[in-house]
């Protein structure tokens, strides 16, 4: 069973860079047809998808934080990281990892997020 | 960038009722359409992917239908235990969430 365990400061001050990490468990990160996300949720409102990283190493990222998001991955460690950068209030949410799970063959695609951490708050204050 | 809508916002039925949940994409997606549950304070759940196809271990009175721009997403009898928040996901592109759709036992 795959499991996925948030990690990071629950605090961080505006204008610095949050910084998280996801440890994977009861699977290798950089096996099979998946790549690994993160998703963050602001209190009370909906699920905003930050980016990814496939086990390639290559990377998405939404246009709207693309600017001051990295995603990198740990393969030795069997983990994934998140830098958001000049953070501000509006950055404060729970942040969720994620596996995403897809498939890509004679034209049928299919691409779910099967697997999710428990989610860790961050809050950006001074 | 494709923007996805739900309607309604939010619902209150009794239990044993039929409650569909809409969502509409801006542009034609196909069936790359996903929908999650989310209790208060947990992760999402997976319940449908594909637009139509039931995750394993999904009970059978969720299910989802659609193509394009309109989909629908239907729990033939609401259970109490179905109280959660349902998002739709598209994922044409780079992922997207629908706003949400919070159910309510009446």
């Known amino acids: 069973q795959v499991q996925l365990q948030e990690s990071g400061p629950g605090l961080v001050k505006p204008s610095q860079t949050l910084s998280l990490t996801c440890t994977v468990s009861g699977g290798s990160i950089s096996s099979g047809s998946y790549y690994w996300s993160w998703i963050r949720q602001p209190a009370g409102k909906g699920l905003e998808w930050i980016g990814r990283i496939y086990t390639s190493g290559s990377t998405n990222y939404n246009p709207s934080l693309k600017s001051r998001v990295t995603i990198s991955v740990d393969t030795s460690k069997n983990q994934f990281s998140l830098k958001l950068s000049s953070v501000t209030a509006a950055d404060t949410a729970v942040y969720y990892c994620?596996?995403?799970?897809?498939?890509?063959?004679?034209?049928?695609?299919?691409?779910?997020?099967?697997?999710w951490g428990q989610g860790t708050l961050v809050t950006v204050s001074s | 960038d494709i923007q996805m809508t739900q309607s309604p916002s939010s619902l209150s039925a009794s239990v044993g009722d039929r409650v569909t949940i809409t969502c509409q994409a801006s542009?034609?997606?196909?069936?790359?359409l996903n929908w999650y549950q989310q209790k208060p304070g947990k992760a999402p759940k997976l319940l449908i992917y594909d637009a139509s196809n039931l995750e394993t271990g999904v009970p059978s009175r969720f299910s989802g239908s659609g193509s394009g721009t309109d989909f629908t997403f239907t729990i033939s009898s609401l259970q109490p235990e179905d109280i959660a928040t349902y998002y739709c996901?598209?994922?044409?592109?780079?992922?997207?969430f629908g706003p949400g759709t919070k159910v309510d036992i009446k």
């Open positions: 994620a596996r995403g799970n897809y498939y890509d063959s004679s034209g049928y695609y299919l691409d779910y997020f099967d697997y």
């Open positions: 542009q034609d997606i196909s069936n790359y």
């Open positions: 996901q598209q994922y044409d592109n780079l992922p997207g």
